[in-house]
C-alpha cells in the first residue's frame, strides 16, 4: 500500500501473516509545557498506525530545536512526554536524530504491525454504513484562542486531555467490527479527512453537524472571529464537492474544516453493527465517540453536511 489513496501510513507486507505500518509526523508546539507537547506529538504520530488497523512496535524520535535559545532540559522533557506515550502504545522507542532549528519542531516515525488481511484503509465505505467519529472537533482554534488568552482555564485543559490519549482503545474496540474504511482526523479538518474517504470509495458522506462532537468553546471562539492558518485552505480543498444542506453563518461552518492534532478516528460501519460498535466504544472509555452520519450512493457531491 502507498500512496494512491493519501492513506494515513504505508503498508509492507513481510509474509502472510505480517505487514509492516509505517508512518511519520511531526508537529510545531501547540502549548508552552514541553512535557505536554512531547506527549500531544507522540499520541498525534502513533495515530497513524492505529487507523490503519495497526499496532504500534518501534518508534524514532523526530526532533528539531534551537539549543541556543532554549535549555537543552526542555528538549529532556518533550522526548519525556513522548516516551511516556510510546510505553502506553506498548511500543518501544528505538533511537532518534535531532536537529538545529529555529523553533522546536517534534514528532515520531513509527513503525507498526497489522495482518495483511486485516489492513483498514481510508477507502471501502459502503452505502449505508454509519459514520463513527471517537474524538470532539476544535483544538485548531483553541490552540490560536488560547495564545489571545481567551479559552478558559477548564476547556484548554479539558482539550489537552483529550488530544493526549491514544486512539489505541478506539482501534482495539473497532476491530472486533466490520470497519470498511477508516482515517484520523488530523490538519485537513474532519472535511479534507472525510473528502478523502468519500472521493476514494465512491460514495457520498453526508453528516449531521448537531451530532458532531465539539469542544467546549470552540464555537464560541470561530464566533468571536477566531480562526486558524489552514482553516481556509482546508475549506478550498473541499469547497466543490461540498454541500451545507441548512442555511449557516460562516462561523459555524468553520468547525468542520478546523485542523485537528491527535484527533479521533472516523470509521465507517455496517449499520447493522453501529449501534453495538458504539456501546463497545463507550464501555472502553471512548466516551466521546459519536454515530454522526452515513454513507450513500454518490449524489454528486462528496460530502453533505445536514
Known sequence: ????????????????????????????????????????????????????????????????????????????????????????????????????????????????????????????????DRLILTKPLGSGVLFNANRKGWVSEAAMQACLRIITVLNRKAAETLAGFSVHACTDVTGFGLSGHAFGMAKGSGVTLAMDLEALPVLDEAL????????????????????????FERELPVWRQEIVFDPQTSGGLLAAVPAAEAEAALAALHDAGVTHARIVGEALAHDGACLVYR
Request: glycine letters at 10%.
Open 220 to 243: 464560541a471562539m470561530y464566533q468571536r472571529g477566531v480562526t486558524t492558518g489552514v482553516n481556509a485552505s482546508n475549506r478550498e480543498l473541499v469547497q466543490d464537492h461540498l454541500r
Open 1 to 128: 500500500m502507498g500512496t494512491e489513496t493519501s492513506d494515513d501510513a504505508g503498508v509492507y507486507r513481510l509474509t502472510d501473516e505480517i505487514a509492516l505500518v509505517l508512518t511519520a509526523d511531526f508537529i510545531t508546539p501547540p502549548v508552552d509545557d514541553p512535557y505536554v507537547f512531547g506527549q500531544v506529538a507522540a499520541a498525534n504520530a502513533l495515530s497513524d498506525v492505529y487507523a490503519m488497523g495497526g499496532r504500534p512496535v518501534t518508534a524514532l524520535n523526530l526532533a528539531g530545536f534551537p539549543s541556543d535559545q532554549l535549555p537543552l532540559e526542555m528538549l529532556a522533557q518533550i522526548m519525556a512526554g513522548a516516551l511516556d506515550k510510546v510505553h502506553e502504545a506498548g511500543a518501544v522507542l528505538a533511537g532518534g536524530h535531532t536537529t538545529e532549528d529555529e523553533e522546536p519542531k517534534f514528532g515520531l516515525s513509527v513503525t507498526g504491525v497489522v495482518h495483511p488481511q486485516k489492513i483498514w484503509r481510508n477507502v471501502g465505505a459502503q452505502p449505508g
